[in-house]
């Protein structure tokens, strides 16, 4: 097998392995410690240090220990996050929350640096272009790594599926479910009743075990990488300061287009948000039960991972600009629609028809935002996947910030309302991108909208 394309499958099943383990668990969050809402507020704190974590650390830590080592170490504060679920209390959870936090950005800016690399690398050896290359690595990527929902909400459901005190939940509690939730706990109001603590603590043990294998194989199977090392070290000759690499994910704000990529990195974190902290609660373990959440859960992810695959195959005839349209009217279809629908158990089909029509727009804005990210920045990469990160992870922290505050037909408004403002920012840096670029129309297309989306084109 070919050196690099082996060092991204070890990524993309490391990767697998340790959001197995997290994805799994974010989707429980809302549900599983939802007294004084401290599942959503770890979420929120969690993102919060993500967020100062993406102003710093992660150009530091990748000059320091490189690529490899830094998502080893990253990947051991996902660990710590597990683990304070087995004692989960406002003095556990919060830490390993900021813990995790702490670690998310080099993690997730380092598997982009890394990916990114080895595929210029990759490109000059073969004589291909690099972008194309990105690409299909972004698309094996996503495509393997999206599928880690799948299995861990799959492990979540099968084991919450052993409990001996399932309750049928009223017409009266009903009620409380759905776009005007009652703003209450629950699993108390409903009725619907909690896991047992062995059935907790089962879970937790394989969602660690995951998130250490995920450790080793990075380790052990992922080649250090030369990060154009004549170049880097000509540029860097020490380390840079801590000032310096702070103010450089801030100047990179210089550039006009990131400014304008902006409110559509904040959607991406509102979108994610809303599914696995609102509707996890107030439609599916309202209505169905805690038991129900890792299948409708699992739904998401087969769709996302799939129409990863797809989308790449069909982009380079597309065009990124028809699948962001695409996106655009699947969310917004199904936020007009959850406004309108009173959640029942009798409706079962329903509940899983929203996470697969989210899971089809997901796959067009994490893999077509990202492959925009590594393209129109690819000389400022570790800045503008910090910055990715940042603005994403804002998202997160105000979707999760509000959960506990404002009903759900609120939060469907506001998520509205960001993604129509996105698509109109989105739609600035096409023009300007479009001004900016030499050659007749079809040139352009070809320079900017196929490489962008042909991330699972092998």
């Known amino acids: 097998m070919e050196r690099n394309l082996k060092n991204v499958l070890v990524i993309s099943f490391g990767f697998l392995l340790l959001f197995t383990a997290y994805g799994g668990l974010q989707s429980l969050q809302s ?3 939802s007294e004084e809402g401290l599942g959503v507020a770890s979420l929120s704190v969690l993102y919060a240090a993500l967020i100062l974590s993406s102003m710093f650390l ?50 997730w800016s380092a598997k982009c640096t890394y990916l990114t690399i080895a595929g210029n690398s990759y490109a000059e050896k073969a004589g291909k272009n690099g972008k194309d290359i990105i690409n299909q690595y972004f698309g094996v990527f996503f495509l393997i790594f999206q599928s ?30 759905g776009p005007y939730d009652c703003m209450t706990n629950t699993t108390n109001t409903t009725g619907s009743a909690e896991p047992s603590n062995s059935l907790i603590y089962t879970l937790l043990g394989i969602y660690t075990a995951s998130g250490v294998l995920a450790v080793l194989l990075i380790i052990i199977f992922l080649d250090q990488i030369k990060s154009d090392q004549a170049k880097t070290e000509k540029e860097t000759l020490e380390t840079p300061s801590f000032w310096s690499t702070f103010l450089a994910t801030f100047q990179h704000l210089k550039d006009k287009r990131q400014c304008l990529l902006i409110p559509l990195t904040m959607y991406s974190g509102f979108e994610q948000g809303f599914l696995s902290g609102d509707y996890t609660k107030a439609y599916v373990t309202c209505a169905l039960g805690i038991h129900y959440v890792g299948y409708v859960m699992i739904c998401f992810s087969a769709v996302n991972s799939l129409c990863s695959l797809l989308f790449g195959k069909i982009s380079q005839f597309t065009g990124r600009k028809l699948l962001f349209a695409l996106a655009t009217v699947t969310n917004t279809t199904c936020i007009i629609a959850l406004l309108l629908w009173k959640p029942h158990p009798k409706q ?5 028809v929203f996470p697969a029509l989210w899971g ?25 996947f910090a910055n990715y990160r940042l603005w994403e992870s804002l998202g997160f922290v105000i979707a999760f910030g509000y959960s506990t505050k404002l009903q759900v037909y609120i939060k469907l408004y506001i998520l509205l309302s960001v993604l129509v403002l996105s698509m109109v920012t989105y739609g600035v840096v096409e023009h300007l991108e479009a001004k900016s670029s030499p050659g007749t129309p079809t040139d352009t297309k070809k320079e900017n909208v196929g490489p962008l989306t042909q991330e699972t084109h092998m």
């Open 58 to 107: 992660p150009p530091i830590l990748i000059k320091k220990l490189g690529c490899k080592w830094t998502m080893a170490g990253s990947m051991c504060c996902y660990i710590a996050f597990s683990l304070g679920n087995f004692y989960a209390s406002w003095y556990t959870l919060i830490p390993t929350s900021v813990i995790l936090g702490l670690g998310g950005a080099p993690l």
């Open 31 to 33: 549900s599983l410690h």
């Open 360 to 384: 089809l727009s997901d796959a067009i804005w994490q893999t077509q935002t990202n492959g925009l990210y590594g393209i129109l920045f690819e000389k400022h990469k570790e800045a503008a």
């Open 148 to 177: 880690s929902g799948i299995w861990g909400n799959l492990i979540s459901s099968l084991i919450f599926s052993q409990a001996s005190n399932k309750v049928e939940i009223s017409e009266e509690n009903l009620v409380c479910c």
């Open 348 to 352: 079962l089909a329903v509940f899983f």
